[in-house]
Structures are given as structure tokens and as C-alpha cells.
């Protein structure tokens, strides 16, 4: 479900890769929950809900996961950058 939500995302379609998305989020803990998050945060992001961005990117981060997790990480550190805010 998450390389269909990508393909959306690309095509422009970021209100129903959101939901695709948040669908797998909503499944709990499973293995694409990282990327899923990650998903999200890029799409909140560049529709303009940079609070939305970062709850998505603090969930990823808090998977634990490797790739994904340290990626949000960075997401979520130049959400602040852009901002002007302190990480």
C-alpha cells in the first residue's frame, strides 16, 4: 500500500495517498508503519500542514526503524530549519 500512496503522491494526488497512508497507520504496529509515517509527514508537508508533518515524522521516528526512522528524523529537523525554529 505504501509504493501505491508513493505513486499518488508523485502524480500529485496527495489527498488520496494521505488517506492510503494513514490507512496503514492505522493498522498498529506493522513493518511498513515507518514508511507509511514517513509518507505522510512528506505529504502534510507539501500541502502546508507543517504541524501535521511533524506529528507524522515524530511517529516514524518513534518505530525504531533504521532507514525510515532516521529519514523522518531529517524530515522533521528541516521542517524546523525552513521555519527558522531551533531542532
Known amino acids: ?7 499518488l503522491a508523485e502524480d500529485g494526488e496527495s489527498g488520496p495517498a494521505a488517506a492510503l497512508f494513514g490507512e496503514v497507520l492505522a493498522l498498529g504496529d506493522t513493518p511498513e508503519r515507518a514508511r507509511a509515517a514517513l509518507g505522510l509527514a512528506v505529504v502534510l508537508d ?34 524546523h530549519e525552513r521555519a527558522g525554529e531551533p531542532g
Not at 500500500?1 to 505513486?7: D, G
Not at 516514524?60 to 524530515?75: F, M, N, S
Open 1 to 7: 500500500m505504501c509504493e501505491r500512496a508513493r505513486r
Open 46 to 79: 507539501d500541502a502546508g500542514d507543517v504541524a501535521g508533518a511533524r506529528e507524522a515524522d515524530r511517529a516514524a521516528i518513534a518505530t525504531g526503524d533504521p532507514e525510515y526512522g532516521a529519514r523522518a528524523a531529517y524530515h522533521l529537523a528541516l521542517t
